[in-house]
């Protein structure tokens, strides 16, 4: 992920400034603000940038935007580093559950693989990304 050229420009304290502000906004520049918790963390700010993800994620929720949603979990889960984590492996199928807790909704969550320990929390996410972008007369096989 490439930092727009505008966010590059702000300072420290104006980047946290426009982050927080993001955050209460009704309309959520959401992949603006996951390029800055990206662009964070990849320039060796990891602590700022799990507590901006977490605060995002939270303003996500609220908001019910599951797409969104998909991708900072899936951009959290590549930043655990040692071998896969059983409890975030849970906190990512109860978040998605959460906001598609329809019987359609939690057939997809059921179906991608977070109970089966054998396929990369990754993957699941994956899976579910593209059960969520099907749309109607697809052909799915």
Known sequence: MELQEHLKRKSDLELEEWFLSGLSDRNCPVTEML???FFL???GNRERAMTWAD???DAISERKEIL????LLDLKNNWITTAPDPAFRDICKKNVSTMLND???LAFVKSVGFDNNEID???CLRRLK???NLKDGTLCS
């Open 41 to 43: 963390e990849s320039h």
């Open 130 to 132: 593209i059960l969520i």
């Open 68 to 71: 969104p949603m998909i991708d």
């Open 55 to 57: 605060l995002l994620q």
């Open 35 to 37: 390029e800055v918790v």
């Open 121 to 123: 929390t990754k993957e």
């Open 103 to 105: 019987r359609i909704g």
